[in-house]
């Protein structure tokens, strides 16, 4: 399903097309994320592509504190959703595995906890968090076979489209990996997104804004983006320690995701603008800003300069 495209003319809560209100609007009420781990590992890590994974990654940096494997998928799911409940009212659900690679197993393997995660009461689908180089035809076609009768969202992690910002973080395959994974997985019943970070020091400015260019051109319907952030416990803070490097400030971020947005297609639904680490293991760059006052001031900035996602691609 395409997501609507968004107009500076329609009526929005947001100046970009957001998936909360893409998925409200899909299912009639607000969805929700049980977010869990089902004990994956990354081929970045074991040895099968890399050791020491991405120089940035520290899971710490951007899971839940309740999203842990030390408690069985069904555990943290029987206790996600109740939580969910309870605090906000909700009664539809997206199970989203997310730390590591999450088809990085056998297919038997896989559709057993993905089957698992299903059958629970209010879920109507799965988000996975997986690699490019992590899926083959046989993983495409279980997802297909799932995506006939619930929203199958599959997020590819690309981080840059420059190789040599893939090479510098460690990532262990290139961009050319993530598009013939996209091709393998088009047209296939299932939901396609990817991951990208702003603020490599290999990358300028434009490099980055021309990502928008470039990942509008693709079959893509959703996409994270969020600022680098060096967090404690990763070789990207050594690296920062030995030979500290820019990262971006507030103001200046939010200058960038408004100038990525109006570059970028306008029904690509936008599923995260930015990172927030745990204060105890950032270190750059700290910003003490919560997330309601990131998206009000990037909304703010957007209507001063009557910006919206997509008006680049319109002119």
Excluded at 231 to 254: K, Q
Excluded at 260 to 272: A, C, Y
Aim: charged share 25%.
């Amino acid at each position: 399903m395409k997501a609507a495209a968004l107009s500076h003319k329609k009526t929005a809560t947001r100046r970009y097309n957001a998936f909360g209100q893409y998925m409200k609007e899909l299912y009639h009420q607000p969805v929700y994320k049980v977010n869990v781990d089902a004990g994956f590992t990354c081929p970045n890590r074991d040895g099968s592509v890399a050791t020491g994974g991405c120089i940035y990654c520290n899971n710490d940096s951007f899971r839940p504190s309740a999203c842990t494997s030390t408690a069985s998928l069904k555990e943290q799911i029987a206790k996600g959703i109740p939580y969910l409940r309870s605090r906000y009212g909700a009664e539809q659900f997206i199970v989203y595995f997310q730390p590591y690679t999450n088809t990085y197993a056998s297919v038997d393997i896989l559709e057993g906890l993905y089957r698992q995660a299903l059958d629970n009461p209010g879920v109507v689908g799965l988000a996975i968090g997986t690699r490019p180089d992590c899926v083959d035809e046989e993983k495409i076609a279980l997802l297909e076979r799932l995506g006939r009768d619930h929203f199958i969202l599959v997020e590819y992690g690309l981080q840059s489209i420059y190789d040599k910002s893939l090479r510098f973080i460690n990532r262990g395959h290139d961009y050319a990996c993530f598009k013939h994974a996209l091709e393998l997985s088009t047209g296939r019943g299932i939901h396609l997104g990817a991951h990208l970070i702003l603020g490599f020091p290999t990358e300028t400015r434009e490099e980055m804004l021309g990502m928008a260019d470039e990942l509008s051109e693709l079959p893509l319907e959703f996409l994270k983006i969020h600022q680098l952030q060096v967090v404690r416990e990763t070789a990207l803070a050594d690296l920062y320690a030995e030979r500290p490097f820019p990262t971006f400030g507030y103001d200046e971020y939010i200058e960038m995701l408004s100038d990525f947005l109006e570059r970028l297609s306008p029904e690509i639904v936008l599923q995260r603008l930015f990172a927030a680490a745990p204060d105890e293991i950032l270190i750059a760059p700290v910003w003490n800003k919560t997330r309601s006052e990131l998206l009000n001031d990037l909304d703010a900035h957007m209507a001063r300069k009557g910006a919206f996602q997509g008006r680049q691609r319109l002119r």
